[in-house]
């Protein structure tokens, strides 16, 4: 090979390795961006499909008690929780991250009350996404409050029929016109006669005063949740909470302790759903005063009269919540050297409220070398749509 020859092969030669370099590094861009776009993806469709799911089961086996001619004190109650000598609600200390130093107050938590949606606007630790809280029992259980018919004790409550109560069912006890109502849980149901079981968890034995006083009142009744046997899979009810960290990531938390109660999993923790959650906010949509099953308009839960202590404490506000709109920021775990976003995203964009109002919550200050997926859906609540009249 003349050396004239051994140049232009080493020039080809360059040029293909250039050209396979180039391709390689095209490639595997592409393959970067399209992994980061799909778990982002992945990361919005799995989070809305967890906050979802609660919010179609809110209201259930608690909404049925606030209607018809007379209301059975559950909405807007204070809920009152305890076991082995320890009462978990109300609490006297924060909740675990990310509601711990915002939610309710933060280290002294003011005492939360039923309701089967609350927003808590900015209330995450982040300091500015919203805590949902969603409360609803097992359909199963069929939600129908009974009055009691007897004098019962700190261990028995008397109902006419026992029919559809079993051992392991959680039960809410109210009295309309009284502040505080109890979980408790039933030990055996036979002969009209409702036992408490003093050895298992939700057993408010602390709280003498109050069982004493519900349980011994005929104007009081029973509201079945479902049932937490022990030897199942996790309870369904949906007694939870969402909200966002200051690390970016979608927790839940089981108001009902039951993992730690029940199945014996120790700690007062919550659960992480999915990381890369930037922002996490949600709106009321509030039904017209004469069609209460009807949508009328949004409504923030940092306006005049929604916010949540306001709405803990009216059921009829509550009951005129009949949808929730949740807007979700998700971030890819991509970085890329390109500016490959906006420095703001806009949630609720073009909603307004009742007044005309924008409703849109700007995000502000994201990192551009990041992708980024809003995800906004609307959920009909349809227990209070049902219960007022609704198809």
């Known amino acids: 090979m003349t050396m004239m020859e051994l140049l232009v092969a080493m020039a080809i030669g360059v040029i293909t390795m250039l050209a396979v370099s180039k391709l390689l590094v095209t490639t595997e861009n592409h393959k970067r961006t399209t992994t980061s776009t799909n778990d982002v993806d992945q990361t919005a469709v799995y989070t809305f499909n967890e906050i979802d799911r609660a919010l179609r089961a809110a209201g259930s086996g608690i909404a049925q008690s606030a209607y018809g001619a007379t209301s059975q004190g559950v909405l807007g109650c204070r809920l009152n929780m305890a076991s082995a000598g320890t009462t978990y609600m109300p609490r006297s200390g924060a909740y675990p991250a990310p509601f711990s130093t915002r939610f309710l107050g933060g280290a002294t938590p003011a005492a939360l009350q039923v309701a089967p949606v609350l927003i808590a606007a900015g209330q995450s630790d982040n300091a500015t996404s919203d805590v949902l809280v969603v409360m609803g029992g097992s359909g199963a259980a069929?939600?129908?409050?009974?009055?009691?018919?007897?004098?019962?004790?700190?261990?028995?409550?008397?109902?006419?029929?026992?029919?559809?109560?079993?051992?392991?069912?959680?039960?809410?006890?109210?009295?309309?016109?009284?502040?505080?109502?109890?979980?408790?849980?039933?030990?055996?149901?036979?002969?009209?006669?409702?036992?408490?079981?003093?050895?298992?968890?939700?057993?408010?034995?602390?709280?003498?005063?109050?069982?004493?006083?519900?349980?011994?009142?005929?104007?009081?009744?029973?509201?079945?949740?479902?049932?937490?046997?022990?030897?199942?899979?996790?309870?369904?009810?949906?007694?939870?909470?969402?909200?966002?960290?200051?690390?970016?990531?979608?927790?839940?938390?089981?108001?009902?302790?039951n993992q730690q109660l029940v199945h014996g999993v120790p700690g007062d923790v919550a659960q992480a759903i999915a990381d890369g959650v930037i922002e996490m906010n949600a709106l009321y949509g509030v039904a017209t005063t004469n069609a209460p099953s009807v949508f009328n308009n949004w409504v923030s839960p940092s306006a005049a009269g929604y916010d949540i202590n306001t709405v803990m404490n009216s059921p009829t506000k509550q009951k005129s919540i009949i949808a929730v709109r949740v807007a979700i920021l998700v971030r890819g775990e991509y970085y890329d050297k390109n500016l490959v976003s906006p420095s703001t995203v806009n949630l609720f964009s073009g909603l307004v409220d009742g007044n005309n109002a924008s409703l849109q919550i700007p995000v502000t200050n994201l990192d551009q070398h990041y992708r980024y997926r809003v995800v906004e859906f609307t959920v009909p609540l349809r227990e209070m749509i049902v219960l007022a009249g609704g198809p």
């Open 142 to 257: 069929g939600g129908v409050s009974r009055s009691l018919t007897g004098v019962g004790s700190l261990t028995s409550l008397i109902i006419a029929s026992t029919v559809g109560f079993n051992n392991y069912d959680l039960i809410l006890v109210s009295q309309n016109g009284t502040s505080d109502c109890l979980l408790e849980e039933v030990s055996s149901a036979v002969g009209g006669i409702i036992t408490l079981n003093a050895g298992v968890p939700y057993y408010t034995q602390g709280l003498a005063s109050v069982l004493s006083t519900l349980a011994t009142s005929t104007t009081s009744a029973v509201t079945p949740l479902g049932n937490v046997q022990p030897t199942d899979s996790p309870s369904d009810l949906q007694f939870q909470m969402f909200g966002v960290s200051t690390n970016d990531t979608l927790y839940s938390y089981d108001l009902l302790q």
